[in-house]
Nanobody, 125 residues
Framework: QVQLEESGGGLVQPGGSLRLSCAPS????????MAWFRQAPGKEREFVAAIRGSSSVTYYTDSVKGRSTISRDSARISVLLQMDSLSPEDTAVYYCTAQSYYKVSHTSARDYDYWGRGTQVTVSS
């Protein structure tokens, strides 16, 4: 089972930025798509952003659109998430995930094959 490893979380002041990184812990073939989900205390895991296909089409949930950028390497095995203008509502554990082949959905956690253990992001002054 492929394990993904996230990095880049931590404590950020409101209005600040962060950059999350994710890469597999072992050698893998290119993923069809990669994404970030997050889970705040007492809430369900929610989709944040995804990048999929040979054209690297990107998708964002409305709450991060316009202030976030998801990108991946040319080998399609690692992914970055740049988030700006952070607010306390962005506080959550952020999970990296990957699809090994095409799935209809890019927002459903059930349609992803591999997951990281998560990295905590706390936005607070």
């Amino acid at each position: 089972q492929v394990q993904l490893e996230e990095s880049g979380g931590g404590l950020v002041q409101p209005g600040g930025s962060l950059r999350l990184s994710c890469a597999p812990s072992e050698r893998v073939s290119a993923f069809y798509g990669m994404a970030w989900f997050r889970q705040a205390p007492g809430k369900e895991r929610e989709f944040v952003a995804a990048i999929r296909g040979s054209s690297s089409v990107t998708y964002y949930t409305d709450s991060v659109k316009g202030r976030s950028t998801i990108s991946r390497d040319s080998a399609r095995i690692s992914v970055l998430l740049q988030m700006d203008s952070l607010s306390p509502e962005d506080t959550a554990v952020y999970y990296c995930t990957a699809q090994s082949y095409y799935k209809v959905s890019h927002t459903s956690a059930r349609d992803y094959d591999y997951w990281g253990r998560g990295t905590q992001v706390t936005v607070s002054s």
